[in-house]
């Protein structure tokens, strides 16, 4: 299982933007899918992540209300949508998804995409 982060890039304080995470086989074959980031000096930490089944959600408290999670089946992609972005947001991105194999979760992670947002 392969998943490919993109979107990232440099933006203004207030700014948007879209990451993608394109997994390698169908989004359904992941029990969790979720986005995570690790600024230079700190523990990567939940963004975001999505129950592929029920489609709940659940937000880190410092993105909630800016960030949204969400899917796309018929492109089989999973997004996260960015807005008011401030310079503490200024981190490497990555996707994860969980697959569940009937005993335990198996985690996957994708390369990381960087964020900088910077004036």
């Known amino acids: 299982v392969q998943l490919q982060a993109s979107g990232g890039g440099l933006v203004q304080p207030g700014e948007s933007l879209r990451l993608s995470c394109a997994p390698s086989?169908?989004?359904?074959?992941?029990?969790?899918m979720g986005w995570y980031r690790q600024a230079p000096g700190t523990q990567r930490e939940l963004v975001a992540r999505m129950q592929i089944a029920g489609g709940s959600r659940n937000y880190a408290d410092s993105v909630k209300g800016r960030f949204t999670i969400s899917r796309d089946d018929a492109k089989n992609m999973v997004y996260l949508q960015m807005d008011s972005l401030k310079p503490e947001d200024t981190a490497v991105y990555y996707c994860?998804?969980?697959?569940?194999?009937?005993?335990?979760?198996?985690?996957?992670w994708g390369r990381g995409t960087l964020v900088t947002v910077s004036s």
């Open positions: 994860k998804g969980d697959v569940f194999d009937g005993k335990r979760y198996i985690d996957f």
């Open positions: 086989g169908s989004i359904f074959s992941f029990a969790v």
